[in-house]
């Protein structure tokens, strides 16, 4: 289609468009739902019996694998990420020690690297908390009986290990990138370490920072609306219980209504 024949935003035209469109979206979306819940109630009643037990055999090895595999899991992914995030640090100082300190694209290739340590850090601090959260309900009952006492101990050593490999590599990657970038501030045991290391960040940067949170809000939003219609389907079989979908909505209007007050707040200041 040639530019004259596009249609100009926000003109009589585009929006008959849009609301033409968004219209037969919201018909086709409520005859897949309302189809899709049909059939899937039909389906539960008849498979209702073997979904009941397939509930019933998850709930049954569940303990099993929170004490005896989920530990492993823990352990196995923080090994994995503190040899990645080592490999990318002795790359990125080999980098900066090569660096004449004019050549832009050889430092790029350094920071590359150090945001690669920053970003498998931040997984794991984000992942071992959560799977830790997972093996929390078995640790009181593991520690009644004496034949998985020693359980619980390895996954709080683990835990603990993974917290502390995660702080360190994210405060040796900042101590790298102030190397060539010492106008950069804040320590990663600042509690307010965000906001000292933004306010020393130059107007490219911090506009990069604010593009880069309004595309995760967009994706975001997605994300909390895709998982939560995957809850409310994967319930209609497998008894799964309402909070998933609760909190899933929770977190999701949380976030909205934030980024709400955040832009409000921000506009009475300009």
């Known amino acids: 289609m040639s530019n004259n024949n596009k249609v100009k935003v926000d003109s009589p035209e585009y929006n008959k468009k849009t609301k033409k469109k968004f219209i037969i979206i919201m018909i086709v979306c409520f005859a897949i739902g309302g189809f899709g819940g049909y059939f899937g109630a039909a389906a539960t009643d008849l498979f209702k019996g073997e979904l009941a037990d397939i509930g019933k055999l998850l709930a049954a090895k569940l303990p099993y694998f929170q004490a005896y595999v989920m530990?492993?899991?823990?352990?196995?992914?923080?090994?994995?990420?503190?040899?990645?995030?080592?490999?990318?640090?002795?790359?990125?100082?080999?980098?900066?020690?090569?660096?004449?300190?004019?050549?832009?694209?050889?430092?790029?290739?350094?920071?590359?690297?150090?945001?690669?340590?920053?970003?498998?850090?931040?997984?794991?601090?984000?992942?071992?908390?959560?799977?830790?959260?997972?093996?929390?309900?078995?640790?009181?009952?593991?520690?009644?009986?004496?034949?998985?006492?020693?359980?619980?101990?390895?996954?709080?050593?683990?835990?603990?290990?993974?917290?502390?490999i995660s702080l360190s590599q994210q405060n040796r990657t900042v101590k790298i990138a102030k190397e060539y970038?010492?106008?950069?501030?804040?320590?990663?045991?600042?509690?307010?370490?965000?906001?000292?290391?933004?306010?020393?960040?130059?107007?490219a940067e911090r506009q990069l920072i604010g593009d880069a949170s309004y595309e995760t809000f967009r994706f975001m939003n997605s994300v909390f609306s895709t998982f939560e219609t995957i809850t409310v389907i994967v319930g209609m079989f497998i008894p799964i219980g309402f909070l998933c979908a609760f909190f899933i909505g929770v977190l999701w209007l949380i976030m909205t209504c934030y980024y709400t007050h955040v832009c409000t707040k921000l506009g009475k200041k300009k």
Not at 110 to 124: F, G, P
Not at 187 to 201: A, G, L, R
């Open 71 to 164: 530990p492993w899991v823990i352990f196995t992914f923080t090994l994995v990420c503190f040899v990645l995030g080592e490999m990318w640090i002795k790359k990125a100082k080999k980098q900066i020690a090569s660096w004449d300190g004019e050549d832009d694209e050889h430092i790029e290739v350094a920071d590359a690297y150090l945001n690669k340590v920053a970003t498998s850090s931040n997984v794991l601090m984000i992942s071992i908390q959560v799977l830790f959260g997972l093996t929390t309900y078995q640790l009181l009952s593991a520690f009644e009986t004496t034949d998985n006492f020693h359980m619980p101990l390895v996954s709080i050593v683990i835990y603990f290990a993974g917290m502390f």
């Open 181 to 203: 970038e010492p106008e950069k501030k804040g320590s990663v045991y600042d509690m307010k370490f965000q906001e000292v290391w933004y306010e020393s960040c130059d107007e």
